[in-house]
C-alpha cells in the first residue's frame, strides 16, 4: 500500500505560478512512476506529468514550457511547479502513483484556480 499527500493548491491570479508537492509513504520503495493529473468540472481527467523512476519525464502539450515535474527519491515526493498558470488550468490536480507491481494509487486531490 502507498498513501499519498497532497499540498500546494490555491487561488492564484492568471500569470502567476503555483507548486504542488505529493508525498508518498508506505510501500514507497515500490513506486515506478509518479504523476500529477488534472479534472475540471464536467471534463474528464486528464495527465498534466509524469515522472519515472529514471527520471524520463512527460508532459500534457497544454503544459509544456509552463510546468516542471520533479522527484525526490529521498524524501519519496513528487513537484509539480507550475507557471505562467492560464484559467484553463483551473482543477483539481490529483497525484498517482503506479508500482512495478501494477498497482495504482491516487492522493485526495488539491484545487488549484486560477482567477483575476
Known amino acids: 500500500q502507498v498513501q499519498l499527500v497532497e499540498s500546494g493548491g490555491g487561488l492564484v491570479q492568471p500569470g502567476g505560478s503555483l507548486r504542488l508537492s505529493c508525498a508518498a509513504s508506505?510501500?514507497?520503495?515500490?513506486?515506478?512512476?509518479m504523476g500529477w493529473y488534472r479534472q475540471a468540472p464536467g471534463k474528464e481527467r486528464e495527465l498534466v506529468a509524469t515522472i519515472s523512476s529514471s527520471a524520463y519525464t512527460n508532459y500534457a502539450d497544454s503544459v509544456k514550457g509552463r510546468f516542471t515535474i520533479t522527484r525526490d527519491k529521498v524524501k519519496n515526493t513528487v513537484y509539480l511547479q507550475m507557471n505562467s498558470l492560464k484559467p484553463e488550468d483551473t482543477a483539481v490536480y490529483l497525484c498517482?502513483?503506479?508500482?512495478?507491481?501494477?498497482?495504482?494509487?491516487w492522493g485526495q486531490g488539491t484545487q488549484v484556480t486560477v482567477s483575476s
Open positions: 498517482n502513483v503506479r508500482t512495478y507491481y501494477a498497482s495504482t494509487y
Open positions: 508506505g510501500s514507497s520503495s515500490s513506486i515506478m512512476i
